[in-house]
Each structure stands twice: as C-alpha cells, then as structure tokens.
C-alpha cells in the first residue's frame, strides 16, 4: 500500500513538473528574396584551358559566380540573423562544398561555429582547399583526385570566410561562421527560408560578396511567419 501510494505520488509530481514546463515554443520562419534592379553585370568567362581536366567538365564556358542574376533574381547572397539569444548545440551532419568541374558547389555556405566543415572532391584532379580567415585559424590542404573528403571546424564567428583553390586560381568561395544555425543562401531565384527562429524582434542582414550588406528589421511570432525583402541596384 504503502509503495502504491509512493508511486502515485512520483507521478502527480512529474505531472506538475510538466506543467510547469508548459507547452513547447513553436520556432517561427523568415522567408524573402533576394532582387537585382537595373542591368545585371555580365558574367566572366573562367579560362581553365590550364587544366585539361577542368575544361572537359564545361561543354560550353564555365561562368564565374560572383555575382549571379537569373530574371531579376540574385543568387548566392548570404542571409542571417545578427544576434539571437541563448545557446544553440552544433549540429554533428556537416555542411559541405563539393569541388566539381573546378567551381565551388555552392559558392557561398555557411557553418555553425564546432559543426564540420566538410570539402568533397569530384574532380580527377588536384585540388587544394585554402582557407584564409581573419578570425579562426587559417587551414590549407591538397586534395588529390583518391582525395574525396577533408574536413576543418571553425571555432569563433566570422563572416565571411574566403576559400580558394592554390591550384587553379579562379577557383572562390565563401563561408559564413555563425553561433547558431538561422541563416541560408539565396537561391537561383533569389528566395531564401531560415526556420525554427525563437519568437522576438531580429536584425536579419544580406551580404553579397561584391554588392555589400543590408540590413532589416523583422519580428518573428511564435510558430507565425514573417517576410524579409532585399533589393540591389545596379
């Protein structure tokens, strides 16, 4: 009887340890686009001819990516948010750019600061990945084609990193180091979606290598939706 009563006594309390708790905060979403006004800069041309290897990848002429605007839309724009409070665990899935064709794919990431930071390699041929951070500690390794994977941790905030290839030059990219894990990259039709975001007011910023950063302000309900535009002029 005794036991009985001592179970049922745990159990009102952890009910009323769940009740306090209270239901879970539904995260909120942040959805835009990214646009470009005006006549879009013309794309150059990457010469790879020094490296057969490369320049059999690109049936017609490999385009840099540094600035790319589809209809009106500009892709590979870096969006994130400024601050947000409280700790965010570093997910162990990695993120990833994939040496293919000689171009970073994609051209612009982002990572969480202790989340890895994984290179592949699709391309028969050497590669080397050199990081040149400001903040974190600078990193450089070969990757030969029986090479497929490295992998690197960043350790503090930083935006944004550059990455180039030593081998072929016109080989760049960039990473976004964040300690947490609300930002995207834009896409070809400029659109972007940071999820799970704690109700509150944000500073959300859009930085694109060559066209600079925006800011905007947005507030964000609990489990509601709210909409962050950007416009470049050109």
Not at 54 to 76: F, I, M, R, T
Not at 126 to 142: D, E, I, R, S, Y
Request: hydrophobic residues 45%.
């Amino acid at each position: 009887m005794q036991t009985m009563s001592f179970i049922r006594s745990c159990g009102l309390a952890a009910a009323a340890m769940v009740a306090l708790a209270g239901p879970a905060m539904a995260g909120g979403t942040i959805t835009g686009k990214i646009k470009f006004d005006g006549t879009a800069p013309k794309r150059a041309t990457l010469d790879m001819a020094a490296d057969p290897v490369c320049a059999a990848a690109h049936p017609s002429p490999a385009l840099a990516d540094d600035v790319v605007v589809n209809d009106g839309a500009l892709q590979y724009a870096f969006v994130y948010l400024k601050s947000v409070p409280g700790t965010h665990a570093a997910p162990g899935e990695p993120s990833v750019i994939n040496q293919q064709g000689c171009q970073y794919i994609p051209h612009i990431a982002g990572v969480q600061i202790g989340q890895p930071m994984k290179f592949t390699n699709s391309d028969q041929t050497l590669h080397n990945v050199h990081g040149m951070p400001k903040v974190n500690t600078p990193f450089n390794f070969a990757m030969p084609k029986f090479v497929k994977q490295k992998e690197t941790k960043f350790t503090a905030e930083e935006l944004m990193v550059a990455v180039k290839c030593d081998v072929h030059p016109w080989m760049a990219g960039y990473i976004g180091v964040l300690p947490h894990p609300f930002f995207a990259v834009s896409g070809a039709d400029g659109s972007f979606k940071i999820e799970n975001i704690p109700a509150g007011e944000y500073d959300v910023v859009v930085w694109q290598e060559k066209l600079g950063a925006k800011e905007a302000k947005v507030k964000v309900d609990e489990g509601g939706s709210a909409t962050a535009d950007f416009n470049y002029a050109g």
